[in-house]
T-cell receptor, first 115, second 114 residues
Framework: DGGITQSPKYLFRKEGQNVTLSCEQNLNHDAMYWYRQDPGQGLRLIYY???????QKGDIAEGYSVSREKKESFPLTVTSAQKNPTAFYLCASSPAGGGRNSPLHFGNGTRLTVT | GQQLNQSPQSMFIQEGEDVSMNCTSS?????WLWYKQDPGEGPVLLIA?????ELTSNGRLTAQFGITRKDSFLNISASIPSDVGIYFC??????????????FGQGTILTVHP
C-alpha cells in the first residue's frame, strides 16, 4: 500500500540534543511538508520541499533544519536552538503542481518529548 | 503566518445529533479542505471544496465553500461514536508560489456520547 511513514512514533530526548525525525513516502509525490501540532492550535508549517534538493522555510522554521536528497525522504532535524521542541510532528506530501487536485496526505506523526 | 478562526473549539453531543462547525478567514482562498484527526494519528482528508458556493457531501458529511471565499462550513448528520476526533479546516490558494501550503484552523474537538 502507498503511504507516508514516520518514525519513530514516540521520541524522547534530553534538552540540548539535536534529534532527527524520519519521513518516507512511496506515493511518488514531488512535494513534502513538515507541520508542528500543539494542543489547541492548528497545524503550523515548518518547512516544505517542492522538488529534490530544494526546500523552503515555512512559518516557524527557526530551530529546525531539513534535507531533501531523495524524492522519497524528507527528514527533519530539531536542533537545540528550538526553544519549545516538545510537540507532535506531522509529515505530509502532495503531487506536483500544488493545484486543486493536490491535497495533502499526512503520515501518522511523531510525538517528541524533550526534558 | 495567517490563521483561520475555527469554531466551536469543542463540542459534546449525544449520538444521533447533528453537528455544525465553521471556519472564517480574513483572506480569500480558492480551495477549502476539511480533515479529521483521530487520536495519535495524522489528519485524513474528508472533503475538498474548489468553487465559491460549492456544496459537497461525503456520506453523512456536508461541507460548503462560502460565497465570499472567506469561510467554510462542515455539517455532520446523525452522529455516531466513531465521529469522535478533531476536525480541521484548511484553506489554500492552488497554483502560484503558495504551492499547496495550507493554512489550518485551530480544530474542533468532537465528543459523542453513546
Amino acid at each position: 500500500d502507498g503511504g507516508i511513514t514516520q518514525s519513530p512514533k514516540y521520541l524522547f530526548r534530553k534538552e540540548g540534543q539535536n534529534v532527527t525525525l524520519s519521513c518516507e513516502q512511496n506515493l511518488n509525490h514531488d512535494a513534502m511538508y513538515w507541520y508542528r501540532q500543539d494542543p489547541g492550535q492548528g497545524l503550523r508549517l515548518i518547512y516544505y520541499s517542492q522538488i529534490v534538493n530544494d526546500f523552503q522555510k515555512g512559518d516557524i522554521a527557526e530551530g529546525y533544519s531539513v534535507s531533501r536528497e531523495k524524492k522519497e525522504s524528507f527528514p527533519l532535524t530539531v536542533t537545540s536552538a528550538q526553544k519549545n521542541p516538545t510537540a507532535f510532528y506531522l509529515c505530509a506530501s502532495s503531487p506536483a503542481g500544488g493545484g486543486r487536485n493536490s491535497p495533502l496526505h499526512f503520515g501518522n506523526g511523531t510525538r517528541l518529548t524533550v526534558t | 503566518g495567517q490563521q483561520l478562526n475555527q469554531s466551536p473549539q469543542s463540542m459534546f453531543i449525544q449520538e444521533g445529533e447533528d453537528v455544525s462547525m465553521n471556519c472564517t478567514s480574513s483572506s480569500i482562498f480558492n480551495t477549502w479542505l476539511w480533515y479529521k484527526q483521530d487520536p495519535g494519528e495524522g489528519p485524513v482528508l474528508l472533503i475538498a471544496l474548489y468553487k465559491a458556493g460549492e456544496l459537497t457531501s461525503n456520506g453523512r458529511l456536508t461541507a460548503q465553500f462560502g460565497i465570499t471565499r472567506k469561510d467554510s462550513f462542515l455539517n455532520i448528520s446523525a452522529s455516531i461514536p466513531s465521529d469522535v476526533g478533531i476536525y480541521f479546516c484548511a484553506g489554500f490558494n492552488a497554483g502560484g508560489t503558495s504551492y499547496g501550503k495550507l493554512t489550518f484552523g485551530q480544530g474542533t474537538i468532537l465528543t459523542v456520547h453513546p
